[in-house]
């Protein structure tokens, strides 16, 4: 059987994520990964601490190892965010969570764009940051060697611009 591709959705908070891949994986009928993050600050009313970033990689690296007998496997953030977040949040990054991000990397990330507006949430951090971790997560993923694509503009044409993106990787 022929290895799935792996497909990141990720970004900064607040760009419609979960969203687009809840569509996606129903427009391709196949299953997705959720953000593990939001169930682990659920759990603890939004308080975290650096330490707790690992196990919170360890958490995300569980939910996007599934693939049986799907063409692709498509997962809402990965380690990249965790990487990010931590050096952005805390000028810090174990050790560990570098090294498996390098073990676990995708095969495509699907980018989104911060051109959408910010939506409130509890466990949402930076509502006037979004553009300086865009060009982190652009960044990171250059130094990664992963092929990206930017998805820009409203839901329908973000998701779109998804679904033809996908096709073409497959």
């Given at each position: 059987m022929r290895h799935p591709k792996k497909i990141v959705i990720t970004g900064p908070e607040s760009t419609g994520k979960s969203r ?44 996007n190892a599934f693939s049986a007998g799907f063409p692709v496997v498509l997962c809402d953030t990965d380690l990249l965010t965790i ?88």
């Amino acid at each position: 059987m022929r290895h799935p591709k792996k497909i990141v959705i990720t970004g900064p908070e607040s760009t419609g994520k979960s969203r687009l891949i809840k569509s996606l994986a129903e427009s391709l009928d196949c299953p997705f990964s959720k953000e593990y993050a939001r169930a682990y600050l659920e759990a603890r009313a939004g308080n975290y601490k650096k330490e707790d970033l690992y196990e919170i990689a360890l958490g995300q690296l569980q939910n996007n190892a599934f693939s049986a007998g799907f063409p692709v496997v498509l997962c809402d953030t990965d380690l990249l965010t965790i990487k990010i977040w931590s050096e952005f949040k805390f000028n810090y990054l174990d050790p560990r969570i570098a090294k498996l991000l390098q073990e676990n990397l995708p095969d495509y990330y699907l980018l989104c764009d911060t051109d959408i507006p910010w939506e409130p949430d509890p466990l949402r951090e930076n509502p006037n940051d979004r553009q300086i971790l865009k060009k982190l997560y652009i960044k990171e993923i250059r130094a990664a060697q992963v092929p990206f694509h930017l998805i820009s503009g409203d839901f329908e044409t973000r998701k779109n611009k998804a679904l033809a993106l996908i096709h073409k990787i497959l």
